[in-house]
């Protein structure tokens, strides 16, 4: 894959995570301990000081070296987490990557998570985002990136009534309802990120 390309994806998703800082932190506030922007930060700004090194490696590499990073520099649980979702895609896609192989890959990166979280959708965490966008994935068809941006916000968007049962928000049981899950917000954020450079069509 071209290394423009590369670049474009890593500065990409690097940059709208470091803008959002603020944004993750104060999500977490209502629900967690308030670190998952900084947490974020963090991570995307060591990612995005090596954005060259990275982009320079062929694209399996290139996320086994991001995963690697998401899980010594993001912290908490979702570093962990992130950094599984990562390193799994990496050992599935190829070089070039295909629409199918990819999507594909992001499948096995999910159950990768689930694994290490022994979570599932509907427990308020950024799988409730990550599993309803790789649906809409499969099932192919016409303006493939406006329907994942659309499908990513009304995931994110259905966190707010759901009541934890994974992760530091599950600590507050009911009072954990009515506010959007910071990992739901910070996956939504990602794939918009991607599909910024990729194109929505
Ligand atoms: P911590 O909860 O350790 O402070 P962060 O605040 O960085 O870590 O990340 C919190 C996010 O991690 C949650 O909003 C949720 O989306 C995600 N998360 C937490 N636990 C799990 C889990 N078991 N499975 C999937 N995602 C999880
Ligand atoms: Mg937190």
Request: glycine letters at 10%; a negative charge; proline letters at 4%.
């Amino acid at each position: 894959m071209n290394v423009i390309i590369k670049q474009q994806l890593i500065e990409s998703v690097a940059k709208k995570l470091i803008e959002h800082a603020d944004e993750l932190t104060a999500l977490d506030q209502a629900v967690g301990d308030g670190d998952h922007g900084l947490n974020m930060k963090r991570g995307f700004e060591a990612i995005l000081a090596d954005c060259e090194a990275h982009a320079a490696k062929p694209f399996p590499d290139m996320f086994k070296g991001i995963g690697t990073q998401l899980v010594m520099k993001v912290g908490g649980a979702s570093g962990p987490l992130y950094g599984t979702l990562f390193m799994a895609f990496a050992k599935e896609v190829t070089d070039p990557p295909t629409l199918d192989g990819a999507c594909k890959a992001l499948g096995a990166a999910i159950e990768a998570v689930k694994a290490r979280g022994k979570s599932e959708p509907g427990q308020k965490t950024m799988l409730d985002v990550l599993v309803p966008v790789h649906a809409e994935w499969s099932s192919g068809g016409a303006d493939l990136g406006k329907r994942l941006l659309d499908s990513a916000k009304s995931a994110s968007e259905s966190t707010i009534p759901m009541k934890a049962i994974r992760g530091r928000a599950s600590f507050l049981g009911d009072r954990s309802i009515g506010h959007m899950d910071p990992g739901a917000r910070s996956s939504q954020l990602m794939i918009e990120a991607i599909i910024q450079v990729l194109g929505e069509s």
